[in-house]
Structure formats: C-alpha cells, structure tokens
C-alpha cells in the first residue's frame, strides 16, 4: 500500500475523477498558478488546464453561486476555499442554492458537486 499525505490523497482522488469524467472541475482561491494554498491541487492546471482548473476571485459567495449554475448545467464542480471558515460566506448558495434545488424542482434539476476546504492544517488562518 502506498503511503501518502492527505494533501497527495486528496489531489489523487481529485485528479482521478476529472480523468474520468470530462465534467468535472476545480475552482477555487489559487488552486491553478499557485497550485493550492496549500498545494492540494499541484500540477493539476498542467495536467487539466486552465478551463478545468480555474483560480476565481476571493469572493466566496460569488464563484459558489457560479458553480452551483455550472452544476445545474451538468458541469461537476468542485468548489475548495482557502479555509473552511470562508465557506461560511457562501451558506446562502451552500445551503439555499445547491442542497436544496433538486427538492425545490421536483426532482427536475440538481447541482451535483463537491465543497472542499481546509481546516487546522496551520496556525492562525482565520477570517480577516
């Protein structure tokens, strides 16, 4: 058995369902030129490119409500924050937008994704 990191663990996991499947993407706070606040997603904007692997503004509620769309468009988002704390900024879309459409619609339309974010892997990374 190998013996890896969560980070390598993590990339991996990620890396092997974007080979299998064309839909699915990652988009976050430098997950492509900085490859990861915490390298989680090293090498995967080579592997993938910049339309797969996609840094987005440090706007949280903004590119949450981006990928909830790109999901109910049939896209397979993963959405990673820089910190977990930060998700808190995107509950509207997290909790509103992507977990409740299917039940909203009847069942008509989902937004199948994924939230990621790192929480406790260093010191002092709070919110502003």
Same mark, same amino acid.
Request: net charge negative.
């Given at each position: 058995?190998? &013996?890896?990191?969560?980070r390598?663990?993590i *990339?991996?996991?990620?890396?092997?369902?974007? *080979?299998?499947?064309?839909? %699915?993407? !990652?988009?976050?706070?430098?997950?492509?030129?900085? +490859?990861?606040?915490?390298?989680?997603s +090293? @090498? &995967? %904007? +080579?592997?993938? @490119?910049?339309? *797969?692997v996609?840094?987005?503004p440090i706007?949280e509620l /903004?590119?949450?409500?981006i990928?909830? /769309?790109?999901?109910? #468009? @049939? !896209?397979?988002?993963? %959405?990673?924050?820089?910190?977990?704390n930060?998700?808190? !900024?995107?509950?509207?879309?997290?909790?509103n937008?992507?977990a409740?459409?299917?039940? &909203?619609?009847?069942g008509?339309?989902?937004?199948?994704?994924v939230?990621?974010?790192l929480? @406790?892997?260093?010191?002092?990374? #709070?919110? +502003?």
């Amino acid at each position: 058995m190998a &013996m890896l990191t969560y980070r390598e663990a993590i *990339r991996d996991a990620m890396s092997e369902e974007m *080979r299998r499947d064309e839909r %699915v993407l !990652l988009m976050g706070e430098e997950v492509a030129d900085y +490859q990861g606040a915490y390298k989680c997603s +090293q @090498g &995967m %904007v +080579q592997e993938f @490119g910049p339309a *797969r692997v996609v840094d987005t503004p440090i706007a949280e509620l /903004g590119f949450t409500g981006i990928a909830v /769309g790109a999901a109910m #468009a @049939g !896209l397979r988002p993963i %959405v990673e924050y820089m910190t977990w704390n930060f998700a808190l !900024l995107a509950t509207d879309h997290i909790i509103n937008s992507a977990a409740k459409t299917h039940y &909203m619609s009847g069942g008509k339309v989902s937004a199948p994704m994924v939230f990621r974010g790192l929480n @406790g892997v260093a010191a002092h990374v #709070a919110a +502003q």
